[in-house]
């Protein structure tokens, strides 16, 4: 069964920096691998979705990276905000499957 | 609609009540997901209808949770005889195609079993 990881639980930076939030997973076989944003007592935003042909997704200030073979994910934040304070999900559509997995999520936490 | 929408946002029920929680997905989507997370949890997998092919529930918890979804489009989760553990976010998602486009969800329904 296809397993999530994502380092590390928590993260908290100052305003300005940029940062990486890691996402692992055991089962290269994925269809594609999607990142949300989750803010407390909210449903899920799509931030990128990679496809497993793919190697990279940016959008903004946000930039998505995928190495399918060893089975890991980057989201990388540049010039972190204080309105980027929520917990971070990646998910794996797996190609033998009818569900997403999901990673347990990063908390981030943007210092202002 | 412009995204997934779910109703109602915040239930309170009292133990041994049934409810039901309803998902309109996007116009058009034929992929449609129940997910459920508890305070602190991560997401769990409830449900899976694609189409007209039979769901995929390998999800559900036990046989006092059931959905449908009729005419390909508005899903109903019911939950009977609920009990404080059903207490969580329930999450609906829908994907024009799962494979290519990736998933949006709503914004969910907070069910609170007192």
């Known amino acids: 069964k296809q397993e999530v990881t994502q380092i590390p639980a928590a993260l908290s930076v100052p305003e300005g920096e940029n940062l990486v939030l890691n996402c692992s997973f055991t089962?290269?076989?994925?269809?594609?691998l999607q990142w949300f944003r989750q803010d407390p007592g909210k449903g899920l935003t799509s931030l990128l979705l990679?496809?497993?042909?793919?190697r990279e997704q940016t959008s903004g200030r946000l930039n998505a990276s995928l190495d399918k073979s060893s089975g890991r994910s980057t989201l990388y934040i540049a010039a972190s905000q204080p309105g980027d304070s929520a917990t971070y999900l990646c998910a794996v559509r797996g190609t033998g499957a009818n569900n997403l997995f999901f990673g347990t999520g990063t908390r981030l936490t943007v210092i202002p | 609609g412009a995204g997934v929408s779910q109703s109602p946002s915040n239930k309170v029920t009292e133990k041994g009540k049934d409810v039901e929680l309803r998902c309109d997905p996007i116009?058009?989507?034929?992929?449609l997901y129940w997910y459920r997370q508890s305070l602190g949890q991560g997401l769990e997998f409830l449900i899976y209808?694609?189409?007209?092919?039979?769901?995929?529930k390998s999800g559900l918890p036990s046989d006092r949770f059931s959905a449908e979804r009729t005419g390909g489009s508005v899903s109903t989760l019911t939950i009977q005889r609920t009990q404080q553990e059903d207490s969580a976010v329930y999450l609906c998602a829908s994907s024009l195609d799962p494979t290519f486009y990736g998933y949006t969800f709503g914004s969910g329904t907070r069910l609170t079993v007192v």
């Open positions: 089962d290269s076989a994925i269809y594609n």
């Open positions: 209808f694609q189409g007209n092919s039979a769901p995929d």
């Open positions: 990679i496809q497993s042909s793919q």
């Open positions: 116009s058009g989507h034929t992929a």
